[in-house]
């Protein structure tokens, strides 16, 4: 039996990772943005590039890099705020059935506690995103 096909509530266990990995998204994100931005100073000064290219193009190549990755989060973010929103909307009219009963209040508080959970963990990336590239634009990239 797959999970699509299982009525008896497996198939909240894949909505709820789904759940927890795009609450997770944006700490991936502030990850690849970290790597992104320190390989990219480390190259630059290790190869003397930043010299020779010139320093404000790399420093214009870095800052680009980082808000490309803060407007990601604060994207993910937003989204995450609109799907909230949906969420407290008045829905139509439940079919009863057996899986609409199965799934009751509990699935709701934890759908609710899943966004709200990525709408924190998205505001501490966006923070974090932001916080790591303030050296890029006020320190010299070769010290």
Not at 12 to 30: E, I
Not at 112 to 119: D, E, I, K, N, P
Not at 135 to 140: G, M, R, S
Request: hydrophobic share 55%.
């Amino acid at each position: 039996m797959s999970v699509a096909a299982d009525s008896h509530g497996a198939g909240r266990k894949q909505g709820r990772g789904r759940g927890l990995l795009w609450a997770s998204a944006g700490l991936f994100v502030w990850v690849s943005c970290l790597v992104l931005l320190y390989a990219g100073l480390s190259i630059a000064c290790r190869t003397g590039s930043a010299v020779a290219i010139g320093e404000p193009v790399w420093r214009g190549l870095l800052v680009a890099t980082w808000a490309a990755h803060a407007l990601l989060i604060a994207w993910l973010a937003m989204s995450v705020l609109r799907s909230k929103r949906a969420e407290r909307a008045p829905a139509t009219p439940a079919i009863d059935t057996i899986e609409a009963r199965d799934a009751g209040p509990r699935a709701d508080h934890d759908a609710g506690f899943v966004s709200r959970l990525a709408l924190l963990l998205n505001g501490v990336a966006l923070l974090a995103t932001l916080w790591i590239g303030f050296p890029v634009l006020v320190l010299p990239l070769c010290l």
